[in-house]
């Protein structure tokens, strides 16, 4: 069978007849409804909060952020986009409470940086990694670093998204994941029901201050992506690796004596840093 995301892009897949019936269908109401309750979850808010919807749709996932109760952390106040104007024409017939904007988000977030508190999506990146055109700037990668690189901007700091998604294979599932720590975000992947044809996956983002290992602490069938921390894990090595410290320079001297070289005498200066000038 083949995948939507595959046939057609997705202003031109989901048109009337396909938005009208993804939003009335029952299986894909209940879907979409069980999947957003797990992307709260995740994100685990406990206070009404302003969330960004990206690929909101029909306003299916929107209706259970509005109707999120007290002891959950609710009601949330939320903004989507949407590529297919369809969709958001079955949103607004139906008088959701969001407010919705038409776009692509593939060319961007275009939102003030440190507008929200958290954000979701729901069955919509995994169409980023579909290229739009031949040219380089609709390239799946282009496309997946405007996404995350925006994303990242428009949350602010501790803040959390989380992006249900299903990628075709490992390539799309690690380019996906690749391009969101790129971005700058603590990334984890979390799989709902692994080893099934019902596997669902979840790229569990934190920004600056976010501890991705504290957010999915207890869950199994985590892989978790930081570059943050291997990148402090490295720095944090022996003091003779690390560039800059006494003994990195003193083993330096000496591999250059060994050699011949001429160096610098040692002296009470030796590895000491120096105070900035201004």
Known sequence: MSRPEDTLPPDLFYNDVESRKYTTSSRIRSIQASMTNRALELLDLTEPSFILDLGCGSGLSGEILTSTDEADGGPHTWVGMDISSSMLSEALQRDVEGDMLLADIGQGVPFRPGSFDAAISISAIQWLCNAESSSDEDSADRRLKRFF????????????????????????????????????????????????????????????????????????????????RKEKQRKGGPPEKQKGSKAYIMRKKAQMEAKGRVVKHDSKYTGRKRKTAF
């Open 149 to 228: 690189d925006g994303l990242y901007a428009s949350l602010r700091r501790g803040g959390k998204a989380v992006c249900q998604f299903y990628p075709k294979n490992n390539a799309q599932r690690n380019m996906i994941s690749s391009a969101a720590v790129k971005a700058g975000f603590g990334a984890g992947i979390l799989e709902d029901d692994p080893e099934t044809k019902n596997v669902k996956l979840y790229l569990v983002l934190t920004v600056g201050g976010g501890d991705i290992t504290g957010t999915v602490s207890g869950m199994h069938d985590v892989d978790v992506m930081d570059a943050r």
